[in-house]
């Protein structure tokens, strides 16, 4: 194998970005990967473990960990924390009050781990097609985002259903992780 050919590897490994995409149960979170990947959305049941996808994003790959967000599963999110260049944190922004607050603890509680230290934060305001969502503004109070220090974040307001906003919350999401990772 010729240096070109090891460069080239080399080169293209540093061009990977890893995301992580959480958030509570029924938030979204596969429907928008799934429609980020241009698959059928038809028919999505909960996930009970993680998927797994790699997607061109213009000079980038990524490679997308979608995490189930029962509770039952969300003691696992830890084992998925290494390496995690962004977080996506999805939010139901027409779900209940009681559950609302507990997104917001959850994600509070996710920024404080050491291995999520400086990943680039994206919350899509999910489900913006529903009458009752909260806009993104009311979201980012909601949540307390202004709270939120070491991490850089972005409210994006989106609808998985029609695809609106997802494509540019993952446009700001590997901007941000680029400015920070990639000088050239």
Known sequence: ????????????????????????DNAGKTTILKRLCDEDISTISPTLGFNIKSLQHGAYLLNCWDVGGQTSLR????????????????????????????????????????RLAGASLLILANKQDVPTA???EQLATFLHLDDIQGHHWQVMACSAVTGAGCAEGIDWVVDDIASRIYIY
Request: net charge neutral; charged share 35%.
């Open 134 to 136: 909260l806009s993104s």
């Open 75 to 114: 003691s696992y999110w830890r084992n998925y924390f290494e390496a995690t260049d962004g977080l996506v944190w999805v939010v139901d922004s027409a779900d209940r009050p009681d559950r609302l607050e507990q997104c917001r603890k959850e994600l509070h509680a996710l920024l404080q781990e050491e």
């Open 1 to 24: 194998m010729g240096l070109a050919t090891i460069l080239k590897k080399v080169k293209a490994k540093e061009r990977e970005i890893r995301l992580l995409i959480l958030g509570l």
